[in-house]
C-alpha cells in the first residue's frame, strides 16, 4: 500500500468517525455502507474493518435496501449479519436475566403478601 493509500484510508476512517458523531452525513448508517464498497474496491482492510463494525448496528431492512447491497462482498455481508446476531444475542441474554430478576422479587413480594396476610 502506498504511503497516499494509506493517508486516503485514514482520511476516511477518520471522516465516518466524525460523521457518526455528528450525524451530519443524511443517515450516517448508509455512510458506512458506502465507505464500504469504497474500501472493498481499493482493498483498504482497515477502513473495511471499521465500516462492517459499524455496519453491525443497522438493522437488516436498511441494509437490504442499500443501493449497492449487492456489491458487498459475501465475507463482509457474514461478518456484519454475525456481529448483528452477536449484538442480538447479548441483549437477548440480558433482557431474560432481567426478566428472571423481575419474576423472582415478584414471587418474594408475593409471598410477603401472604404471610401477611396469613398473620394479621
Same mark, same amino acid.
Given at each position: %500500500?502506498?504511503?497516499?493509500?494509506?493517508?486516503? @484510508?485514514?482520511?476516511?476512517?477518520?471522516?465516518? @468517525?466524525?460523521?457518526?458523531? +455528528? /450525524?451530519?452525513?443524511?443517515?450516517? /448508517?448508509?455512510?458506512?455502507?458506502?465507505?464500504?464498497?469504497?474500501?472493498?474496491?481499493?482493498?483498504?482492510?482497515?477502513?473495511?474493518?471499521?465500516?462492517?463494525?459499524?455496519?453491525?448496528? =443497522? &438493522?437488516?431492512?436498511?441494509?437490504?435496501? *442499500?443501493? =449497492?447491497?449487492?456489491? *458487498?462482498?459475501?465475507?463482509?455481508? /457474514?461478518? =456484519?449479519?454475525?456481529?448483528?446476531?452477536?449484538? %442480538?444475542?447479548? @441483549?437477548? &441474554?440480558?433482557?431474560?436475566? *432481567? +426478566?428472571?430478576?423481575?419474576?423472582?422479587?415478584? #414471587?418474594?413480594?408475593?409471598?410477603?403478601? #401472604?404471610?401477611?396476610?396469613?398473620?394479621?
Amino acid at each position: %500500500m502506498t504511503k497516499l493509500t494509506e493517508k486516503c @484510508e485514514d482520511y476516511l476512517i477518520d471522516f465516518l @468517525e466524525q460523521q457518526q458523531s +455528528v /450525524r451530519y452525513y443524511g443517515p450516517s /448508517r448508509q455512510l458506512c455502507l458506502d465507505l464500504l464498497n469504497v474500501a472493498q474496491e481499493y482493498d483498504l482492510k482497515t477502513l473495511q474493518a471499521v465500516c462492517v463494525d459499524k455496519a453491525q448496528n =443497522i &438493522s437488516l431492512w436498511e441494509l437490504k435496501n *442499500h443501493e =449497492i447491497y449487492e456489491k *458487498h462482498s459475501f465475507s463482509n455481508y /457474514r461478518k =456484519i449479519v454475525e456481529g448483528r446476531l452477536e449484538k %442480538m444475542e447479548k @441483549e437477548l &441474554s440480558a433482557t431474560q436475566q *432481567h +426478566v428472571r430478576g423481575l419474576e423472582s422479587a415478584s #414471587e418474594r413480594k408475593v409471598r410477603e403478601f #401472604e404471610w401477611a396476610r396469613e398473620n394479621n
